[in-house]
DNA sequence: AAGGTAGGTGTACGGCGTACACCTGTCAAG
DNA sequence: CTTGACAGGTGTACGCCGTACACCTACCTT
């Protein structure tokens, strides 16, 4: 009967609670070490029990896709197409940044879940109230690729670090070792060295956040020109 | 004696022997497939012959990585910055195309390979040389992201899937299933709809080397302009 | 009262990475 | 020529993984 009261004493099983699990763990422990049954006894249960509400790993992490894609604020609407998409992909940022793990699994999902389709086809929509050609949006998606949905892949992004084995690695060292800075001196010369071109002082790492802006209005401007102008990529070969 | 002749048939191991080997079986069978005792069978080996010659699976992938690094041509050099650069990535995306599970290898490693450093170094230098301050060159290596290295994350990049399980879906739809235009008609009128705004025509899906030349050339002509102007991020908050 | 059904359980299988002890052939030093 | 170190291939074993499949149980409907 103790058995029983525990039983009871817990919330029965949804699709939703289990995807709300995973998507904790996972935020909190690193996508690398969720597994099935790492989530059922987080969730009281043995780990079968898990397969009466998804219907295996994949589908899982759809889900929790789906569940963080979900957390982004809907689009809201804007006579100005570059104002509306810019807003909603930083907020699409800010998420991502609360599922560092979120990233690398949007990306390597084979085909786009519901929830992300919802997502794209409502950019695409408000470029096309924004007076852009089918053909433009087009190009448009292939050029802006994931940063569409608030992330980039950087080479050395270490944000993405927070994704796998657990949280925040406290202070990644941020200046370059001197072996490696003798072997890449371009490498050294850019790491942490945004803002400062006049001083020797390296330092301070780099602001994400500003990256981010820098690349994105960088597309928008560069999209919005070909915009005014009237692009088409009809003269192909 | 014939378990003799057939160990004196092959020939001996060695960690470039084996890195190949892995390349060649993620090309063919794809990077999920890719176990140590796959690879140890394909050499004829024991799977623990391997770490005679790697640490450990992360170290094989690593050293798989420098193995497709080291196939991009090198940097030729160029008066122009922005030609030199532009070949280059285009040489990259080439060799990538060839091992399509090289894009999400690189990408979810922790740490850039040496490899994968000298390529971003010489990149770096290239764009020192073209007049770059170190400043705005760090700035463009965020916002080039893993395109400086020939790929981009598109949401729904066909050559994506040849990464996994096997190469060559023959030929996915690449029509929208017509429930699916009906709860996404943005992504519906724009999927394959590229240079032909005019018909009813859809088909044709699209040109993927087009759509990354018109992503990296609105970056660098983007760039292009900023490095004339003599742009800095000094003001920054 | 009967039976269907939704949802949690237990057992088991095959695959994975890899630790560790072992064997064997080669080659240098004595 | 012997010896012994060492490089490199072997065999066994462990713990983890995803999940198939048979089961059991509580509840709802008729």
Request: aromatic share 6%.
């Amino acid at each position: 009967m103790a058995e029983q009261a525990e039983t009871l004493r817990r919330a029965p099983l949804s699709r939703d609670r289990v995807l709300r699990a995973a998507v904790a763990l996972a935020d909190e422990a690193g996508i690398e070490s969720l597994s099935m049954r790492k989530l059922a006894q987080e969730l009281g249960v043995v780990p079968m029990a898990l397969y009466k509400h998804v219907a295996n790993k994949d589908e899982l992490l759809d889900g929790m896709i789906d569940v963080v894609v979900g957390e982004i604020e809907p689009l809201v609407p804007d006579a100005d197409w570059k104002r509306a998409l810019r807003r909603r992909i930083l907020a699409a940022r800010q998420v991502l940044l609360r599922h560092p793990w979120a990233a690398l699994a949007i990306e390597s999902r084979l085909d786009a879940t519901p929830a992300v389709l919802d997502y794209l086809d409502a950019m695409v929509g408000a470029m096309r109230d924004g007076g852009f050609s089918t053909d433009l949006a087009h190009h448009v998606m292939h050029a802006m690729g994931s940063r569409m949905l608030g992330f980039s892949q950087e080479l050395f992004d270490t944000s993405r670090r927070a994704g796998r084995s657990g949280p925040a690695d406290p202070e990644p060292p941020a200046t370059f070792p001197a072996e490696a800075a003798a072997r890449f001196p371009h490498l050294a010369a850019i790491a942490g060295a945004a803002s400062h071109d006049d001083g020797s002082v390296v330092g301070e790492g780099c602001d994400d956040q500003f990256e981010f802006e820098f690349a994105l209005d960088l597309l928008l401007d560069g999209i919005d020109r070909l915009r005014a102008q009237g692009w088409s990529s009809a003269r192909r070969p």
